[in-house]
């Protein structure tokens, strides 16, 4: 039975809600956490994506950085993150860039070959130990009251900030580096779920770069075991076992400035009334609910999901393809590459030759497989496209999808010794296991406004001193999302955040 009046009622059941649902009830607040979908987690879930195939594939996102470790401990998560031994892969021609964790003799010699000297690894160096030391002194902030703009230009210090908060990250990266492979290396950090140019004056490159290199203080990215459903289910038990209710196939139809929420269930229509009211949903959303307008925020990549019966082949004799997918794969990420991506997806065309990046889960975290699919060697592999903004396909999102995934593909096989279709396993029914999500996708099945998945563009983590980064305007009304400031990505901040602003 559900009571008419919630200290808290949160609109959305995703990873941050959550979050904020578990640090709210263990302080003894009665909570409510409303879910649209017939389960939680949001983005942040595993799915059985091919009938008969036993992989459990994290459908949308799949590293996990930006969750810091206190959420984990203050929360008794079981939730286990594995380090990758290699960072990255990048096929140039026969050879390729590696970048070893567990070998710096190897990364060195890898530089040497594909660069032709020692400097592209010393500027290498030199930049990600200047964002090294800027994670280690920010990440701290991201679960404290809001710095202002000051404090944290002299927390990070003058080099830092000129790179990383003041000049486009595309011109810092052309000057700090000459190689077009290391530059794009690079930039694909600042461009992952983000339609811009790195030289862009607006810096938006730069907020997705530095969120992309602060998490946890490290900036790694990690797998996470048993896939990314095991982080939500993880927060879900701990919400549970600290007594916040979860009603999940409750979607709410309209907010309140009172405090007042009405939800459609099963049940029929309910309204039912919190202290406050905390939002999961992307802002725009929010707004709906609310009656407000909100423009709709623009996403701009393809997920491609995949379950092979083997590893592709390379074409560069020297690395072990488990090396290679273990870590992230670039695909035609270079520089230049980038830029003409960007260039004809802007004019509204699919990139002739999409950039992408691959990893392969299992090859880190077997568990996520069953013990046949194990055995008989099988592997997932997760591709994350760049430069697919929603606008190439709002006229024919089917058609749209079947050229991108072409493209896409093509685009791959460019860079393997043999095509990645020769490895992909069939499900039991016959069919391949591929499944593509543009933005309009996942806008239509997560309700994603405009397939952002960040909510809305990343904004500082910094702003007016004494606040959350949570706040609304409306004084009963918080985001705990995506959406907030300092949110975006798998790290349950603002759901921490706006549990603070409650209980501070
Ligand atoms: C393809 C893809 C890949 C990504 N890869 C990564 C990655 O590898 N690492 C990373 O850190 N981040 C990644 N991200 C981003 C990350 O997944 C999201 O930013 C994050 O999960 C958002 O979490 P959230 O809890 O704030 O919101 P969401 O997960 O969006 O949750 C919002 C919840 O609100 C519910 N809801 C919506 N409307 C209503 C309503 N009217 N009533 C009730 N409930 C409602 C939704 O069903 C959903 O459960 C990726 C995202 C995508 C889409």
Redesign the pocket.
């Known amino acids: 039975m559900l009571r008419s009046r919630y200290e808290a009622v949160i609109?959305?059941?995703?990873?941050?809600?959550?979050?904020a649902a578990a640090y709210l009830a263990r302080a003894g607040r009665r909570v409510l956490v409303?879910?649209?979908?017939g389960h939680?987690?949001?983005?942040?879930v595993s799915a059985r994506a091919f009938p008969g195939v036993d992989a459990r594939l994290?459908?949308?996102?799949?590293?996990?950085?930006?969750?810091p470790s206190k959420i984990v401990s203050d929360l008794g998560l079981k939730v286990a993150l594995r380090r990758r031994r290699y960072a990255s892969y990048t096929p140039v021609g026969d050879t390729g860039l590696l970048v070893d964790n567990g070998d710096a003799a190897r990364t060195a010699a890898s530089f040497a070959r594909v660069t032709g000297g020692t400097g592209e690894l010393e500027a290498w160096r030199r930049f990600y130990g200047m964002t090294a030391d800027v994670a280690e002194r920010v990440a701290p902030t991201l679960l404290e009251p809001l710095a202002d703009r000051a404090a944290m230009r002299d927390l990070v210090g003058e080099e830092a900030w000129r790179d990383l908060f003041e000049r486009p990250i595309g011109e810092v990266v052309d000057e700090r580096f000459a190689d077009d492979t290391v530059r794009g290396v690079v930039l694909t950090d600042a461009l992952?779920?983000t339609f811009t140019d790195p030289s862009d004056p607006g810096l938006l490159a730069n907020r997705c770069l530095l969120y992309h290199v602060i998490?946890d203080g490290t900036g790694d990215?990690n797998v996470p075991v048993g896939g990314?459903g095991a982080v939500s289910g993880a927060l879900a038990d701990a919400a549970r076992a600290a007594g916040a209710e979860i009603l999940t196939g409750?979607?709410?139809?309209a907010v309140d400035p009172s405090g007042e929420v009405a939800?459609r269930d099963a049940g029929g229509e309910h309204t039912v009334t919190g202290e406050r009211i905390l939002a999961?949903?992307?802002p725009a959303?929010l707004a709906r609910?609310l009656g407000d307008a909100e423009p709709v925020p623009e996403?701009a990549?393809l997920?491609v999901n995949m379950v092979l019966s083997r590893l592709p082949r390379l074409r560069d004799p020297g690395v072990d393809p488990a090396a290679a997918f273990s870590g992230t794969f670039h695909i035609n990420e270079g520089r230049d590459q980038l830029a003409r991506a960007y260039a004809e997806a802007s004019a509204g065309r699919i990139p002739s030759l999409p950039p992408a990046e691959v990893y392969c889960h299992s090859l880190t975290d077997p568990s996520i497989l069953g013990p046949e699919p194990r055995r008989a060697g099988a592997h997932t592999m997760?591709l994350?496209g760049l430069h697919m903004p929603a606008r190439l396909f709002r006229e024919d999102p089917a058609g749209a999808r079947e050229a991108a995934l072409r493209a896409t593909l093509a685009s791959m096989n460019g860079v393997l010794a043999e095509p990645v279709e020769d490895c992909l396993l069939r499900a039991p029914g016959g069919g391949l296991c591929l499944e593509a999500?543009t933005p309009v996708d996942?806008e239509d099945e997560?309700?994603?406004p405009g397939?952002h998945?960040?909510?809305r563009d990343l904004s500082w983590p910094y702003g007016e001193p004494g606040l959350w980064g949570v706040e609304t305007g409306l004084e009963r009304v918080l985001l705990?999302?995506?959406?907030?400031r300092r949110?975006?990505?798998?790290?349950g901040i603002?759901?921490h955040n706006a549990a603070m602003a409650l209980l501070t």
């Open positions: 609109v959305g059941g995703g990873h941050n809600g959550l979050v409303l879910e649209r979908l939680v987690g949001g983005l942040a994290s459908r949308y996102s799949y590293l996990v950085s930006l969750l992952i779920g998490g990215w990314m409750a979607e709410v139809l939800f999961n949903v992307p959303v609910l996403g990549q997920k997760t994350f999500k996942l997560a309700g994603l397939g998945i960040f909510h705990c999302g995506a959406g907030a949110g975006g990505g798998v790290s603002p759901g």
